[in-house]
């Protein structure tokens, strides 16, 4: 994720939103243990949300969790840690929040705020 991208990882207004095609936020905490995964997600433009993205995404969330490939980086907090702080250049500065993109080939992939 540039910079510049880094302002999308938070909500904006709803005509930011609009005009930037923001489909929606996942949330997601790793529990006490640092080895769940419990998500939420909120819309921000329902009406982007096919089956297509919805299926997507299911996709590359479950890649990020288990596939080797890509280091299982949000298989537990330990690997999420690892893969941040191996990734310096994406900390929004303060090591508490970093930012990555997944282009998927389709024109709604992305991840934000991981």
Request: contains cysteine; charged residues 25%; proline residues 2%.
């Amino acid at each position: 994720m540039t910079p510049l991208e880094r302002m999308y990882s938070y909500s904006q207004s709803s005509q930011i939103e609009s005009q930037s095609g923001c489909i929606g936020h996942l949330r997601a905490d790793m529990g006490s243990d640092g080895k769940s995964f419990f998500s939420s997600w909120t819309d921000h433009r329902g009406d982007l949300k096919t089956e297509d993205f919805k299926n997507e995404f299911d996709e590359l969330i479950n890649t990020l969790r288990s596939d080797k490939q890509y280091g299982g980086m949000l298989k537990n907090l330990s690997s999420l840690s690892k893969y941040c702080f191996s990734h310096p250049e994406s900390s929004y500065g303060n090591d508490q929040e970093y930012g990555f993109r997944a282009d998927t080939g389709k024109t709604f992939g992305r991840c934000r705020r991981m």
